[in-house]
């Protein structure tokens, strides 16, 4: 299995850029998961997707972040502008919704550093 | 969901069982129990969960006390491929919510 795969693994970019991460689940999950990891504030949950569809963003800090699921195999994460308090290590991860179980196959994350 | 507590670094000799603690006593009859950890610089993996039996696979074994207030990871023969953060999480089964909320968890160290 190739897993989930994340791409940029890295990104550097300038404050007011915009950027986008972008995400492929595992082929046949149905559920996919945004997470940001800080040092300050740990990992946490952004947004999560069931059949391409956002069920939960409450965890989108504010307006510039924005997250979409155009098909099964692909998702993206978008920041614009870019402030460098966005920068943080993001995780993409991706279950079988239905199982009964939490089982989180999580990607390598995309390290992003805004100067 | 139920809220857990953790100690915050534990350590563990290369080759000795490494017994990891987890408080959830506000835990409620349809809340499961799951661990991940996440190794350096990688992205959590899922390790085990359970309901109220003790649980084992390949990776680690699962004991939850009758009460269900506590439970307890033990890695049988930890290596030092074992060092990383060790994440308890309970959570409800529910079909339509399955986010997970990762606490602080346990950094465990394996010293050769």
């Known amino acids: 299995d190739a897993g989930v795969i994340q791409s940029p693994r890295h990104e550097v970019t300038e404050m007011g850029q915009e950027v986008t991460l972008r995400c492929k689940p595992i082929?046949?999950?149905?559920?996919l998961f945004w997470y940001r990891q800080t040092m300050m504030r740990g990992l946490e949950l952004l947004i999560y997707?069931?059949?391409?569809?956002?069920?939960?963003d409450s965890g989108m800090p504010e307006d510039r972040f924005s997250a979409k699921m155009p098909n099964a195999s692909f998702s993206t994460l978008k920041i614009q502008p870019s402030e460098p308090r966005d920068s943080a290590v993001y995780f993409c991860?991706?279950?079988?919704?239905?199982?009964?179980?939490?089982?989180?196959?999580f990607g390598p994350g995309t390290r992003l550093t805004v100067t | 969901d139920a809220k857990t507590t953790q100690p915050p670094s534990m350590d563990c000799a290369e080759g000795r069982a490494a017994n990891l603690p987890c408080n959830h006593s506000t835990i409620s009859g349809n809340e499961y129990v799951y661990w991940y950890r996440q190794i350096h610089s990688q992205g959590p993996q899922y390790i085990i969960h359970g309901l109220k039996n003790n649980e084992t696979n390949e990776m680690a074994s699962l004991i939850i006390t009758e009460d269900r207030k506590s439970s307890t990871l033990i890695l049988p023969h930890a290596t030092l491929r074992d060092t990383a953060v060790y994440y308890c999480i309970v959570r409800v089964e529910q079909t339509g919510a399955n986010n997970l909320f990762f606490g602080t968890g346990t950094r465990l160290t394996v010293i050769p």
């Open positions: 997707f069931n059949n391409n569809v956002p069920i939960d």
């Open positions: 991860a991706s279950s079988l919704r239905g199982t009964g179980g939490y089982e989180q196959y």
């Open positions: 082929s046949g999950h149905n559920s």
